[in-house]
């Protein structure tokens, strides 16, 4: 941020300062020790309160716009135009910072901690009643956050959430996007599953030892550019994607019953980490080079999972590889690529989101989508959330939840923790991933012949044109839009769809 | 330090961002990929930068005065004490924290992290021209720094270098000190290697599997009472402990030829993390919490290798345990505990330090200290110190290094990387461990029969009661006295020495 040396200074720092955090978390999930999660909870929240006191900085508006008239007078446009993108991000993380009273804050901190931590005892013993006063306390929080930046951002109150995680996205505009997937999928699912059904589907004959399973797992990541002299694979009990630009740390986890599950993850999260690998590849730290949201890097995660890796092509490509490293052969009954495509194609409605398939998947975010909604405006009180979800589950997917809220309404941590407004950002990836691979097709006719032979060069330098190396420059719509010549169309993610499981 | 709310609160922010930073060198040093480095060392360099204005706040005389105020009218005697060491502790640092002027801190770190950059490539390839500019820069701003500390806490140069790494520590004690030991070493050196000269030493037959390194490892932690639950075993390039009280990490690295190096390294770390579990169990993060310096420090680790694990009644224990994990047998040429015995305690002047064994450790130290004094005062230039070192080496151990100079004056990073005054700290600590064993020998007379059991608890309950559970309430020498009954005397290392080279 060259506009202004005082800006570019709290950038440097909020940027090492992230870099830090990130690591820790790193570290907590994957190295530490039980016992020390007390004193690593105390040192993040330290950072934190760092972060917190850098970003609002009573200096910030008079800078801003001082670095704002320099700008007016440049000379250079496109040094401008990355310049102006700075300014803008670092004013709307600015806004987002000062906008909360600091007694909110850490009134909402206690609240989300506790009720995260409570969550993760009472959801194994089903204990609704138990885990409700947490999630009253919760939304209580997160309502009187919502109206304080709905008010300050001119926003509704759930679009105020849902920036946080998007920017830019708004109610209205996933309600038309998710009315026409609620038009679309229930048929949908209904025909695959029938078509399914006379499928011959050989399961995996495990087991699958752990060290095969790594071995597949890091050449897998070789083939698909990810970049080893800046990021690790390691194990944690959810797999994530964490670290920093230049040195970007993927989990999985390892099952010696299914390594399907786990191979599937890494492949997902490659896709997370290639967008990190790729975003600030100099270590600028300039906020217009962050990420642009949740949307855009789920649509780098599924681009890679969705889009590439359950396709014919690919598996043309890994099922060779795959049988080397279990020591099976093509004749191995379930190893030919028929059977592996079946597999991994496989449209199944059930209760549980994280274990959805992509075409059952966006009606569990719609779903909650629609519930979050409701708890926003009051329209739906906490204790009548179990009802809601087991209606909403058998008018979307025709499964009864019942008095299972382990996995009915408690089984993801999101709300726990107070993550409002970030579900929409799942199905909104998918149907980036879907358009952008429609619109890489079309500049690449052959794309499928290089997928089958291993080549994923194309499709890296095209991300990285349209997508990673834009940082956070335009809107997740603009960016969109630019990459694909059309603003955001589900129908791209229909004819996937329609492509995959009613054609092939 | 109840005693002051605005000290307590800025104890606690640097006690969470030393946090910070120990676990991110960790990770720099145990998993970071090489191409994060450059954004590792600007997140370390923020974090220290936070960390020096946190600790030259201009509040803090004014609040220091406060609090001794508060403290003078205390009633509870014990809690004054721990208060009066917490203040005492948080002024020494912050007086060594703003007696130097920023700019000579900014220029020491650069010159320094350069030097040491370059004596990673420049050791390995014996280029003294090389680094002799880098050396004379960094003693160009460690002689201005020892100048303005020299000044500030009316001590000697080098003694205000000491002080650093152990408060207290004076060269006229050290002079006295070394001094003694140079009567009697050489002629004592002489002795046993001509005693060893005629000893049967079998040595041990590899390969050595590193899982099996690796489980011998844990299981000697785990008798030695490392808790695993606030604390981990990994790999690093050279050994270390590291990380916070709640959450020790300590390193080795594996060799699958020789086994005994590594495990002798585990031992040594262990006494390291022993002190570190011990000093502040509640993590507090209370000044007078923190380890009391180097030399203390350094003792806990000898206490561990020196005292006990090389001891016979340890290998009488543990010779049973490594044969187990190698699957050798007690008739196995070299197993039995007499060879073990002997191959531990073999007396074998050599020019490198780190390979040094107990016997001839010292006279390395001597001479480094000897050397740095004469560059402090300016008596010795750079130029001529691989003369210097040359001769120093011929007289202390009979070995000439001539134009060797990686493994002569380049072979240590110390003073590349601005480290004067630290070398003492090693020697001191294995005269303290001496020390504390003597006295821990005298309430238990019968200690060798536990080790031979197995049986550590004495040890750790006696080092905790005397050591750890003090962290820095007493100085160095106040500790040793009142853990021993008498001032620091180099009689006990000699006499453990003569013990175990001469009479076993």
């Given at each position: ?41 105390a ?13 609002s ?23 401008a ?37 409570a ?30 930046r ?37 048929d ?48 944690s ?104 495509h ?9 209760v ?28 739906l009180p ?15 997917l025709?499964?009864?939840t ?81 990459a ?21």
């Amino acid at each position: 941020m060259p506009a202004h040396s005082g800006l570019a200074e709290l950038a440097r720092r909020l940027h090492r300062l992230d870099h830090a955090r990130a690591m820790l978390k790193w570290d907590e999930a994957v190295m530490m020790p039980a016992g020390g999660s007390e004193a690593r909870a105390a040192a993040l929240a330290e950072l934190a309160v760092l972060s917190h006191e850098t970003a609002s900085r009573p200096e910030i508006p008079e800078w801003l716009e001082q670095a704002r008239s320099t700008l007016a007078a440049a000379a250079d446009a496109d040094a401008a135009a990355l310049e102006r993108a700075n300014l803008n991000e670092f004013e709307r993380t600015w806004r987002e910072t000062v906008v909360l009273p600091s007694d909110l804050v850490a009134r909402s901190t206690l609240v989300t901690v506790r009720s995260e931590h409570a969550w993760r005892s009472l959801r194994p013993r089903n204990d609704w009643a138990g885990f409700r006063p947490h999630l009253e306390a919760v939304l209580a929080v997160k309502r009187e956050e919502a109206a304080i930046r709905a008010e300050a951002g001119g926003l509704d109150p759930h679009d105020a959430l849902i920036e946080l995680y998007d920017p830019g996205t708004r109610s209205v505009m996933l309600d038309g996007v998710f009315g026409d997937l609620r038009s679309f999928l229930p048929d949908f699912i209904a025909t695959v599953v029938e078509r399914q059904r006379s499928e011959q589907v050989i399961p995996l004959e495990g087991p699958f030892p752990i060290r095969a399973q790594r071995e597949l797992a890091l050449e897998m990541m070789t083939h698909l550019g990810f970049d080893f002299d800046r990021g690790r694979l390691d194990v944690s009990h959810h797999p994530f994607c964490g670290g920093a630009p230049g040195d970007v740390r993927i989990t999985t986890r390892y099952n010696e019953d299914d390594f399907a599950r786990s191979f599937m993850a890494v492949l997902h999260e490659t896709g997370h980490a290639r967008y990190e690998q790729g975003r600030d590849p100099q270590g600028s730290g300039e906020p217009a080079r962050r990420a642009r949201g949740m949307g855009v890097h789920e649509s780098q995660s599924l681009f890679v999972e969705m889009q590439v890796a359950r396709s014919r092509p690919f598996l043309v490509f890994a099922a060779p590889i795959m049988r080397r490293h279990f020591g099976k052969a093509e004749s191995t009954p379930g190893w030919g690529v028929d059977n592996l495509h079946r597999l991994y194609t496989r449209v199944h409605p059930g209760v549980i989101r994280v274990d959805a398939d992509e075409a059952t998947y966006p009606m569990h975010v719609i779903m909650r989508y629609e519930l979050e909604k409701a708890l926003l405006t009051g329209d739906l009180p906490v204790a009548d959330l179990p009802l809601a979800w087991d209606e909403k589950m058998r008018a979307g997917l025709g499964l009864a939840t019942g008095d299972d809220h382990r996995d009915g309404c408690m089984q993801d941590v999101h709300w726990a923790a107070g993550l409002f407004g970030y579900f929409p950002s799942y199905t909104l990836g998918a149907l980036i991933a879907a358009q952008l691979m429609a619109a890489l097709r079309r500049e690449q006719p052959n794309l499928d012949e290089d997928i089958g032979r291993g080549e994923f060069g194309t499709i890296g330098t095209w991300l990285d044109r349209h997508i990673w190396s834009r940082g956070s420059q335009l809107s997740t719509m603009e960016l969109l839009e630019a990459a694909t010549g059309s603003a955001l169309d589900v129908s791209f993610f229909c004819q996937h769809l329609e492509r995959r499981y009613l054609r092939s």
